[in-house]
């Protein structure tokens, strides 16, 4: 056991002293230092390109589309609008109505009921392009508020032309409703005929 450990020291030793002797001789040597420069030359490598013709495009905007044609002229419709009740025909009138409201919502005095407001038609388009004129005759009731209910088309002519802008202008009239006792009433019977004619 004890040859064992005195050999292991002295070959322990012999290989210490063996890369004393390595490290110096390799310190001795002719090689440079890790610290100096390398000698050598450094070709930088370019690589150039042929000339080449940049080719250039002329990138122009569409232009827009044309506009559209504006359609041609139409003659201004004219309306002749009429109040007919009990035979007496009424015209477009300038009517300076004032209500006086009293108390408890009545009206002071007592009186026939008057146009206010009259809607004008809006003429048919198909009639216009065709030059079709005509008239509608309407009957309805003048509420007690002054507004039109239950129009009714008693004549047309053409028939069933103007029958509808006849009815939705009558439905936009403004009255002075009738006044019985101080108290506004119902007039039934308000006869209204609304005539289409075209301007020139």
């Not at 009138?93 to 009293?102: A, C, R, S, T, Y």
């Not at 009206?107 to 003429?123: C, H, M, N, Q």
């Not at 009957?139 to 103007?162: C, H, Y």
């Not at 009255?175 to 289409?196: H, M, Q, S």
């Amino acid at each position: 056991m004890i040859v064992r450990y005195a050999f292991g020291v002295s070959l322990g030793i012999v290989v210490t002293f063996m890369l004393f002797l390595l490290m110096q001789a390799l310190i001795k040597s002719d090689r440079s230092a890790i610290t100096e420069d390398k000698f050598g030359r450094i070709v930088d490598m370019v690589r150039l390109l042929d000339e080449q013709e940049i080719q250039t495009k002329d990138r122009k905007p569409k232009p827009p589309p044309p506009p559209d044609e504006p359609p041609p002229d139409m003659p201004i419709p004219e309306f002749d609008s009429s109040d007919i009740s009990q035979g007496i025909e009424i015209g477009l009138i300038d009517v300076n109505v004032n209500l006086n409201v009293g108390g408890t919502g009545g009206f002071s005095t007592d009186g026939e009921y008057l146009p206010i407001v009259k809607v004008a038609p809006v003429y048919p388009r198909r009639a216009q392009t065709r030059g079709i004129e005509g008239y509608v005759l309407l009957e309805f009731v003048v509420t007690k508020t002054g507004a039109v209910r239950d129009p009714v088309i008693l004549e047309s002519k053409p028939p069933g032309i103007f029958d509808r802008a006849a009815l939705n202008a009558a439905l936009k009239f403004k009255y002075k409703p009738r006044v019985v006792n101080g108290e506004p009433i119902d007039v039934a019977g308000v006869r209204n005929r609304i005539t289409f004619e075209l301007t020139d």
